[in-house]
């Protein structure tokens, strides 16, 4: 699976868009971008997934660059339950054995 | 409502005793995971199960050992033989015949060993 890297942290207000990206150089042609989100001290949350084509979900919109180095989470109106740390996954979605490997994260504060 | 449940949420026992946590699932899901999270840290796989009386060693299983009995079920035993076990568990699963790698979580529990 692809290493991701995303920034430590980021801060945002409330009713604007945050815009969270994630780095995966490395990724190969069947490794699809998951993110996960993780509110304090509770287990993550699925968001959206995708492969090569923006997708968009009734939580986030996601952004993947034409040469799929790249992505970016879009919550286009963050409230203060968006606070959370936001996880990007890179992993192919074949086989039973597939593991998500789950890095550090980008812990997103929105602010009042 | 379908979902994960795990118990108790927070555990408190003394080193050198064995301690099981629960983990519970009504989602109808084959594949079930443990994994373990430190503060400040990702999660780290200990052990998964793919179906029934079938369970691998995830990254960090030392330690640590499961028992896949029922489709419902994944307890996972932090054993004395564990150097580190304060730390937050958390059980998730997924339907291997879905098509993406959605992973649902329950709660977690949180354990503390002194």
Known sequence: ?112 | DGGITQSPKYLFRKEGQNVTLSCEQNLNHDAMYWYRQDPGQGLRLIYYSQIVNDFQKGDIAEGYSVSREKKESFPLTVTSAQKNPTAFYLCASRDPAGSHYEQYFGPGTRLTVT
Do not use: F
């Open chain 1, 1 to 112: 699976d692809a290493k991701t890297t995303q920034p430590p942290s980021m801060d945002c207000a409330e009713g604007r868009a945050a815009n969270l990206p994630c780095n995966h150089s490395t990724i190969s042609g069947n490794e699809y971008v998951y993110w996960y989100r993780q509110i304090h001290s509770q287990g993550p949350q699925y968001i959206i997934h995708g492969l090569k084509n923006n997708e968009t979900n009734e939580m986030a919109s996601l952004i993947i660059t034409e040469d799929r180095k790249s992505s970016t989470l879009i919550l286009p109106h963050a409230t203060l339950r968006d606070t959370a740390v936001y996880y990007c996954i890179a992993s192919a979605n074949a086989g039973n054995n597939r593991k998500l490997i789950w890095g550090l994260g980008t812990s997103l504060a929105v602010n009042p």
